[in-house]
């Protein structure tokens, strides 16, 4: 089961190829430096809420503080994944073989957008899954969904101390402001260019079938389980997740 998608699958550039004229404090682009496979990132609706909170309790003391700012009970990340309003904003996903939910996004469009729409980036990334770059990937495909509905600034805070979200920001070009314990970071995006707009609509299109797949393949391993029970033979059956 391919758990990511050769670049070569599909046929236009890959994102981050800003125009030649882009102004100059606009997003860098080389977010995209490894950019030689394509992570299946999927946009999440309200049937994965369940997941998502799943996802957040499995994020220790310390990711939580991290994540949130403060380190967030049960309870606190219940009430703000009964918040998200998957019609305002943009929740990404990356589930792995298992459709265990790996790693999760939240693009939060500001209220008040006037004539500089904005929008705040926030991300998890499940421990055992880091440094395989689903965080970058993460925020790269952030930055192409609020440079297609029309964002020009993208907000992340960061504590301090948090070097690897450090990181994946700076790399992508922000500009941060430093407040004690606290660290301020935008990004200036240039607009939307038609391969951007083809490109996210690829990769979701993938993304999906992928979801899919793994659907599949799981329901399969399920039947398989339950008829190498039925015939009594346990030996190498598959548990579920
Ligand atoms: C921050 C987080 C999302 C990064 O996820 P990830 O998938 O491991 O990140 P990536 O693999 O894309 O790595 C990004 C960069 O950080 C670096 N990095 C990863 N872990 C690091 C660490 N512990 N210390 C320093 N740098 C680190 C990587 O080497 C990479 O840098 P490079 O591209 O220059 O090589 C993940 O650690 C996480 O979920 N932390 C808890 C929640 C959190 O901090 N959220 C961010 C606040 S919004």
Redesign the pocket.
């Known amino acids: 089961m391919f758990d990511i998608l050769p670049r070569h699958l599909y046929s236009v550039a890959p994102f981050g190829a800003v125009p030649a004229a882009a102004p100059q404090a606009t997003a860098q682009t080389n977010v995209s430096r490894k950019a030689d496979v394509l992570v299946p990132i999927r946009s999440l609706g309200e049937n994965h809420r369940a997941r998502i909170a799943r996802h957040l309790k499995a994020?220790d003391v310390h990711?939580r503080y991290?994540?949130f700012g403060f380190a967030a009970n049960d309870e606190q990340i219940d009430r703000y994944v009964n918040g998200l309003n998957f019609e305002r904003d943009e929740i990404f996903g990356i589930y792995n073989r298992n459709l265990v939910l790996i790693?999760v996004a939240h693009l939060a469009y500001a209220p008040d957008t006037g004539a500089n729409p904005s929008a705040e980036?926030?991300?998890?990334?499940l421990a055992q899954a880091?440094?395989?770059?689903?965080?970058?990937r993460l925020f790269e495909r952030a930055m192409m969904h609020a440079r297609n509905v029309g964002v020009n600034r993208l907000y992340?805070?960061?504590l301090s101390e948090?070097?690897?979200?450090l990181?994946?920001a700076r790399?992508a070009g922000s500009t941060f402001v430093c407040d004690g314990a606290e660290t301020e970071g935008h990004l200036t995006l240039p607009p939307a260019t038609l391969n951007c707009h083809l490109t996210e609509l690829v990769e979701e299109q993938l993304a999906q079938a992928n979801y899919q797949i793994k659907l599949q393949a799981r329901q399969l391993r399920h039947t398989l389980s339950n008829l190498q029970s039925a015939w009594g033979g346990t030996d190498g059956a598959e548990k579920s997740d």
């Open positions: 994020l990711d991290f994540r790693a980036f926030g991300v998890s990334v880091r440094g395989r770059l689903y965080g970058t992340v805070h960061v948090n070097a690897a979200m990181r994946i790399h």
